[in-house]
């Protein structure tokens, strides 16, 4: 199915301009853009369960305190990500996104990496599923318990990336937008790696990207970057 797009418009936590990010409303509000992906960053509840919230901590997305991972599921279920929404598990999320869309999962934290592997494929969702992370180590965990997963590198520093992402068996590189330039874009083409940058919210900025050869966009407006699949 990766195979098949040609331009991600990724949504970004979602369409997480308009709801809640990384929340299942966000995630709706993206697959009713059209996007061809919506990416989720999952770390693990102290009680083993991956769940779906970008920071260390639920002080900045909930109306509680406290380290996710301190916290196990019951506790997490009880908090306010935004206009009612709870914080998902990925679970939930596979099941919203299956057969609509394909599903970056941004693996936060290297302990997430095989339960959230062993959810994926229990549910048959490998070939729907990019696990994406800034961490080597999470993905060559990946890797290491399941050849055929889909696994790309994201970076923020030049030095980080394309090489490393190569070394890794890797089919993506995801760099901070303002990294990929047409040198950077043709280089990733030529080790046979697609390069899809983050995060970008203006059309004319992501058009350029695409113009520079970037194989999509992620961005938290998904719905401003659908004229570019076509
Ligand atoms: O897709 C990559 C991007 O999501 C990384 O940044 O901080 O938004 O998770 P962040
Ligand atoms: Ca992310």
């Known amino acids: ?118 959810l994926v494929r229990d549910v048959g969702m490998l070939d729907e599923v990019l696990f994406i992370s800034f961490s080597q180590n999470a993905l060559s965990r990946v890797r290491a318990d399941e050849e055929g997963a889909h696994i790309g590198l994201i970076y923020f520093k030049p030095s980080d990336g394309i090489v490393g992402a190569k070394k890794l068996g890797c089919e993506f590189v995801l760099p901070y937008y303002r990294l990929a330039t047409g040198k950077a874009i043709a280089f990733a083409h030529r080790m046979g790696l697609r390069v899809v940058p983050w995060t970008v919210d203006d059309l004319e900025t992501a058009r350029e990207l695409k113009r520079r050869g970037a194989d999509g966009v992620a961005s938290n407006r998904p719905d401003v970057m659908m004229p570019l699949r076509e």
């Open 1 to 118: 199915m990766l195979e098949e797009v040609r331009f991600f418009v990724v949504a970004h936590r979602g369409a997480s301009a308009y709801e809640p990010e990384n929340t299942l409303r966000s995630v709706r509000r993206a697959l009713e853009i059209g996007a061809d992906a919506v990416e989720i960053d999952v770390r693990l509840s102290a009680d083993g369960v991956p769940v779906v919230i970008h920071d260390e901590t639920v002080d900045r997305t909930t109306d509680g305190t406290g380290r996710v991972a301190e916290m196990t599921l019951d506790d997490l279920r009880r908090l306010d990500a935004g206009q009612g929404e709870g914080i998902p598990t990925l679970e939930e999320i596979l099941d919203e996104v299956r057969g609509r869309a394909i599903l970056f999962v941004e693996l936060k934290v290297d302990e997430a990496a095989l339960p959230s592997l062993r």
